[in-house]
Structure formats: structure tokens, C-alpha cells
Antibody
Framework: QVQLVESGGGLVKPGGSLRLSCAASGFSFSVSSMNWIRQAPGKGLEWVSS????????YYADSVKGRFTISRDNAKNSLYLQINSLRAEDTAVYYC??????????WGQGTLVTVSS | EIVLTQSPGTLSLSPGERATLSCRASQSVSSRYLAWYQQKPGQAPRLLIYGASNRATGIPDRFGGSGSGTDFTLSINRLEPEDFAVYYC?????????FGQGTKVEIK
């Protein structure tokens, strides 16, 4: 079955950096577009970034452009999100998810990023 | 950017009742690109409906989606105890995705 397992979250000071990882199994990762979606505590869902199967096409939400970098390693079935210049408003659970072209069909359980001094 | 507005914010119903959730877009959305998700506390969202009216794999037929243009609806017939959750609509804009703010369906 499809499994997506995020890791790398934690407590970080404002201005700091983190690298989130998503380990995928149970499907053909190398032909799947992948995404990061976040959810601030008690709030709704916000799409963050998307990467095509080959890595050639990348999109970012305006709120993270220039600070976040999505990447993937198809040989390792892994997706990454490098988060720099962290702000308090980046505090959230970060989910990785597959997309079928327009919707998110499988999700991981998420990893919590807390930005606080 | 297309904004999705969901209503009501909270819906208080009893098991066995029918729930009707609304998602209104600030501009016309292709039905092909409108989806609904269910999220329970402490869990990741789960895809319920894609393409406005197609149930995702394993979703019971008491869940139904409809609508077009700027107005979309998620209906849940005969609410089961496990259906009490938060529901989000979502649209795809070609190079970005947006979600509605969510509707909480709670037990009355």
C-alpha cells in the first residue's frame, strides 16, 4: 500500500533552517508528482510546493517563494523541502502528498515544525 | 488567485441526518479541478471527491459531490458517527492549488 513518511521537523529559532524529508513506498515514486502542504495549529490547509516526477517543473506558493526549496531523489524514493529564514508563521504540520494532476490522493501523517525563540 | 469560501463554518447535526456543505469560488473553476477532503483530529486529510463529483477509492456512496462554475456542494447522506470531521474543498489553478477554510461537521 502507499506509504508516505515525513521526518525532519522540530523546534527551530526564527531565521533558522530545516530540511524535511518524505520517504515514499508502495507506488511508482519516480513517475509521480509530489507536493508539500502545511497546516498551522488549529488552522486550514495551505499548499506550499509541487515538483513534477522528473523534477523539471516546480511551483511554490507566494508565501514561501525564495525561502523554501523542494527537491527529490527518485533513486531513494524521497522528497525533500529545504526551509530557510524561518518565521513564526511557518509553524505548522508539513505533509507530503502525491497528486494526480489536480488533487492530492495520498498523504503522509505529517511532521511538525515549530518556529520559536 | 481563486479564493474558495466554504459555508457554513460549523454544521451541527445528529447521526442519520443529511449534511450539505457549500464551497463557493471567487471565479469560475473547472469541475475537473475541484476536490473535497475529510480530516479527523490528529490525522492527515483524506481525499473524498475529485472532479467535483467522483468518489475516491474506498469512499462510501453516502458521500456525493455536485456543482459547477463557482458553486459546489458536498452532501453526506445519513451521517455515520465516523463522518463527524472537518471538510475542505480544494481547486487547482494550473500552477497553484488553494483550499477553502473548512467546514466542521459536529455532533448535535
Amino acid at each position: 500500500q502507499v506509504q508516505l513518511v515525513e521526518s525532519g521537523g522540530g523546534l527551530v529559532k526564527p531565521g533558522g533552517s530545516l530540511r524535511l524529508s518524505c520517504a515514499a513506498s508502495g507506488f511508482s515514486f519516480s513517475v509521480s508528482s509530489m507536493n508539500w502542504i502545511r497546516q498551522a495549529p488549529g488552522k486550514g490547509l495551505e499548499w506550499v510546493s509541487s515538483m513534477s516526477s522528473s523534477g523539471a517543473t516546480i511551483y511554490y506558493a507566494d508565501s514561501v517563494k525564495g525561502r523554501f526549496t523542494i527537491s527529490r531523489d527518485n533513486a531513494k524514493n524521497s522528497l525533500y523541502l529545504q526551509i530557510n529564514s524561518l518565521r513564526a508563521e511557518d509553524t505548522a504540520v508539513y505533509y507530503c502528498a502525491t497528486d494526480s494532476g489536480s488533487d492530492f490522493d495520498y498523504w503522509g501523517q505529517g511532521t511538525l515544525v515549530t518556529v520559536s525563540s | 488567485e481563486i479564493v474558495l469560501t466554504q459555508s457554513p463554518g460549523t454544521l451541527s447535526l445528529s447521526p442519520g441526518e443529511r449534511a450539505t456543505l457549500s464551497c463557493r469560488a471567487s471565479q469560475s473553476v473547472s469541475s475537473r479541478y475541484l476536490a473535497w477532503y475529510q480530516q479527523k483530529p490528529g490525522q492527515a486529510p483524506r481525499l473524498l471527491i475529485y472532479g467535483a463529483s467522483n468518489r475516491a477509492t474506498g469512499i462510501p456512496d453516502r458521500f456525493g459531490g455536485s456543482g459547477s462554475g463557482t458553486d459546489f456542494t458536498l452532501s453526506i447522506n445519513r451521517l455515520e458517527p465516523e463522518d463527524f470531521a472537518v471538510y475542505y474543498c480544494q481547486q487547482f489553478g494550473g500552477s497553484w492549488w488553494t483550499f477553502g477554510q473548512g467546514t466542521k461537521v459536529e455532533i448535535k
